[in-house]
């Protein structure tokens, strides 16, 4: 026999899912694995994406567990679509758990590309800077209280401890000019954004960050905004796309993400260099203090 299968996006959903809900719950693959009445093995291959569960299995595991309401209901449904045979490529995520998945995949990746034409990626934003948007991105789609967006910010700000990791994965930033004069929250928390987002490569060797000057009149990805994931080989590259509903599309069509990440490469082209990039932030950010001061 040859090695495991290759993890197909819907299988490594509810993998990841179980886990978290294992460790939360204090539990080991053995002894989930007993309640399931299977092997620990299958369990590990399960948590990894490997391999799927029957849906008895899955609800077995959630009743042991004890996870009930809309956060069963969104496992359950997610383990029905890992187990649908037929070829997709496109993979909506229209979850609540959505952007936790996200930060899933941020865990496992070796190499990570975000492009935003038009907002600071969440990587690389300020608490102030993350509130803002949050605050204003939540209220447009329905009525939400404090404690809500507060959860937002925090759990973003929880995701940018992959920043300080051990082994943390290549990370790199292509960020449209129009994001560093959008002054979100204000201009004093553009300014703290700006001097954060200059000193961002210096604090993390790992990181690169490349503005495309508003000089560029065209590239690849205008318009949009693009996460690709690449992993360790074992594991398929994965291609994000937002949307404004939803917890956005992945992309995962092997000639699809290839096609996406040659036009990442074309886009890096077309921005300034790492040095010319931190020297127009800078340039902004001295714009911003004449701005606060007036």
């Known amino acids: 026999m040859g090695g495991s299968a290759r993890p197909s ?29 299977v092997d620990q093995s299958l369990i590990s291959k399960v948590e990894k994406g490997e391999r799927a569960l029957k849906i008895l299995e899955v609800t077995a595991i959630l009743d042991y567990l004890e996870v009930r309401g809309p956060e069963r ?10 187990r649908k045979r037929k070829p997709k490529r496109l993979h909506p995520d229209p979850f609540s758990g959505a952007f936790r998945r996200i930060g899933d995949h941020e865990d496992d990746a070796q190499e990570i590309y975000y492009y935003q034409g038009e907002l600071i990626p969440g990587m690389l934003q300020t608490e102030d800077y993350a509130r803002a ?28 401890q992959l920043l300080t ?15 560093l004069t959008r002054p979100m929250g204000g201009y004093d928390v553009l300014r703290g954004q700006l001097d954060h987002l200059a000193t ?27 996460t690709l994931f690449r992993f360790d ?21 092997e000639k699809d993400t290839a096609q996406c990440f040659r036009a990442y490469d074309r886009l890096r082209a077309v921005a300034l260099g790492p040095e010319d990039s931190r020297s127009l932030i800078l340039d902004h ?3 911003t203090t004449e701005e606060t001061t007036k």
């Open 9 to 37: 996006l819907g299988k490594r959903h509810v993998g990841q899912e179980l886990r978290r809900l294992r460790l939360a719950a204090k539990k080991s693959q053995k002894d989930v694995a007993a309640v399931a009445s």
């Open 285 to 287: 950010l001295a714009m």
């Open 200 to 226: 961002a490569p210096e604090q993390w060797p790992h990181v690169t960050v490349q503005v495309v000057p508003n000089s560029v009149r065209d590239h690849p990805l205008l318009g949009g905004a693009l």
């Open 165 to 179: 990791r051990p082994h943390s994965p290549r990370m790199w930033f292509v960020i449209g000019e129009p994001a």
């Open 233 to 253: 080989g074992r594991v398929p590259d994965v291609v994000h796309q937002q949307t404004f509903i939803g917890g956005g599309v992945y992309v995962t069509d």
């Open 73 to 82: 209901d969104e496992v359950v449904a997610l383990a029905e679509e890992a």
């Open 133 to 160: 948007l949050i605050s204003i991105t939540m209220s447009s789609l329905s009525e939400v209280g404090s404690e809500e967006i507060e959860a937002r910010v925090s759990f973003r700000l929880e995701r940018q």
